[in-house]
C-alpha cells in the first residue's frame, strides 16, 4: 500500500482507533524490523534505551508518550533508526505535540504506523516510503514546508499532521 494510499484511509469516518488504520501495523518489534527491512535496512538491532541518546530515552520514560518497547538498528549506511513501539497513538501524538509547544527545539517529526514510531536514518526515510508509512509532525513550522499537493491530515490530534510527504 503506498503511502497515498494509506493516508487516504485516514480521512474516513469513525472512531480514533480506526483513524489510522490503512497504514502498517507491527505488533512487536520483529514485526517491526521484518517491514523496515522489506524495503531498507535495520541491523544490529538493540532493545532498550542503551543506544536512542537522551530526549529519546526521556520521551521513552515518560509514561505520557505510551512507548511500550524501544530500540535501535543500524541503517546499511550506518545511521541510528531509532523504533517506538506505541500503546495508544493518540496518547502519543498528545505528548508530543504538548512537548513541541513547551519546546520549539523539541523533535516531534516521526515516521509512523498504526501502533510504531521510527526516526530514520537521513537516508531511510525515502526507502521507508513504499512501505506505507506516514510522516507525522506536531511542529507548525513542519507543516509550512510541506509543498501543495501533498495530504495534510489531522486525524487524532489538533496540531500533530500526518502527511505522505517525505522530506529530504
Not at 532493545?47 to 538498528?73: I, N, Q, Y
Not at 537516508?123 to 506516514?134: H, I, M, R, S, T
Amino acid at each position: 500500500m503506498t503511502a497515498v494510499a494509506a493516508l487516504t484511509a485516514l480521512t474516513g469516518c469513525g472512531s480514533d482507533g480506526d483513524a489510522l488504520s490503512g497504514l502498517p501495523k507491527a505488533d512487536d518489534m520483529a514485526a517491526l524490523v521484518k517491514l523496515i527491512n522489506a524495503h531498507s535496512t535495520c541491523r544490529e538491532l538493540q532493545a532498550g534505551t542503551t543506544r536512542l541518546g537522551d530526549a529519546a530515552t526521556k520521551m521513552v520514560k515518560d509514561p505520557a508518550f505510551a512507548v511500550k518497547e524501544a530500540a535501535t538498528c543500524k541503517a546499511a549506511d550506518g545511521d541510528k533508526i531509532r523504533l517506538f513501539l506505541v500503546s495508544d497513538m493518540k496518547k502519543f501524538q498528545e505528548a508530543n505535540k504538548k512537548a513541541q509547544d513547551a519546546d520549539q527545539s523539541f523533535d516531534s517529526a516521526y515516521m509512523i504506523g498504526q501502533n510504531f514510531a521510527v526516526v530514520p536514518g537521513s537516508n531511510d526515510a525515502k526507502e521507508l516510503k513504499p512501505a506505507g508509512f506516514a510522516m507525522m509532525t506536531c511542529n507548525p513550522a513542519n507543516k509550512a514546508k510541506i509543498p501543495s499537493g501533498y495530504k495534510v491530515d489531522e486525524p487524532l490530534v489538533k496540531g500533530c499532521i500526518v502527511t505522505d510527504y517525505f522530506p529530504g
